[in-house]
């Protein structure tokens, strides 16, 4: 893998170079941990005209949630423990020799940025913007074998709930439960804060699990996901519990259902972001829902699990192959609960088979 990270950094080096910077401070945790392999908390990349340094608070633990420090990189530890990274950096690019930094401001907060200045007054200090963000879009095979394990626990996690007894079990209880799962089945930890609804708090998007019992006739939605060497994907599902779905339950199923698939459908290389949305998006307001949709159908996911390319009306853009996203449209109708149905897949072109498929959990409407 080391290879790898070197190919990275040599990547962001020469998009530096070519507006004239020489070297590039990246803080931003996600964008550290995918130039470096790993880092503890804290820690800011270097890249030097000279050579490239992790400026650590404190040594790598080893610990595996943090992930394998590049062995190409060298380690400098900041004498002192509350010492700043970033300042550390700036002085030491100084005495390298570089005259220009390129740095994460949308990272930096302004304090950081000044103490940065009061060290290196001479060192110009230039945007990086998001450009590590935008080289980490597109996946290897590596980064998708992670999330295709992440996706296999979470399916895992929820499979075993579902045989279990719901009925009187409070959305928190289930979502603790679940988050235990995701560990047991070799998870680093959740991919974002379980969500579990039930009844009228059913197919809000990310609804902050309460003290509500599960109850006869609910719909249950459920939104989770593993992190996995750090990285992360997400499921969602949506199912009625003890009897037999009402009808206004299977319709209101239906048309989530074929908004889900037309956009997962829309998923091939080349194709507008704009357009997946589109292709989700119109079913749901045809029928009388678009007020109530989320700003978005789906987004990027990877080291942090809501990363470029967003899925949205008014984005800009076209997918590549190998960026994995959601697919994740809802409705949600006031005082009686909803839909949500959540997939994390592939862009793969047609000649592969069209896009991949990572969380394989049935969509069928259960009843439980």
Known sequence: ????????????????????????????????????????????????????????????????????????????????????????????????????????????TVSRHRAMHAVAPRLQLADLGATVEQLRIVKDEEEIACLRIAAEITDQALGELLESILVGRTERHLALELERRLVDHGADGPAFSTSVATGPNSGQGRHRPSDRRVEEGDFLSVCLGANYRGYRCEIGRTFVIGTAPASWQIDLYDLVFAAQRAGREALLPGTAYRDVDH??????????????????????????????????????????????????????????????????????????????????????????
């Open 279 to 368: 292709a989700a998006r119109h079913l749901l307001d045809s029928a009388g829902h678009g007020e109530c949709l989320a700003p978005w159908t789906g987004h990027g996911v990877g080291l942090e699990i809501d990363e470029d390319p967003q899925l949205a009306p008014a984005a800009m853009g076209k997918l590549d192959a190998c960026v994995p996203v959601t697919v994740e449209p809802g409705v949600h109708l006031p005082g009686r609960g909803g839909v949500r149905i959540d997939d994390t897949l592939v862009v793969r072109p047609e000649a592969d088979g069209g896009p991949e498929l990572l969380t394989i959990t049935t969509k069928e409407l259960l009843a439980l």
């Open 1 to 108: 893998m080391s290879e790898v990270y070197t190919v990275r950094r040599g990547l962001l080096r020469d998009r530096c170079a070519a507006v004239g910077s020489a070297a590039a401070l990246v803080s931003r945790p996600a964008n550290v941990r995918y130039l470096a392999g790993g880092a503890p908390p804290g820690a800011v990349l270097l890249l030097g005209p000279e050579e490239d340094v992790l400026l650590c608070p404190r040594a790598p633990t080893g610990d595996p949630v943090q992930g394998h420090t590049d062995d190409q990189l060298r380690l400098a530890l900041l004498p002192a423990a509350d010492g700043d990274p970033v300042v550390a950096a700036a002085d030491l690019a100084t005495s390298s020799g570089a005259e220009s930094l390129s740095v994460e401001e949308h990272d930096l």
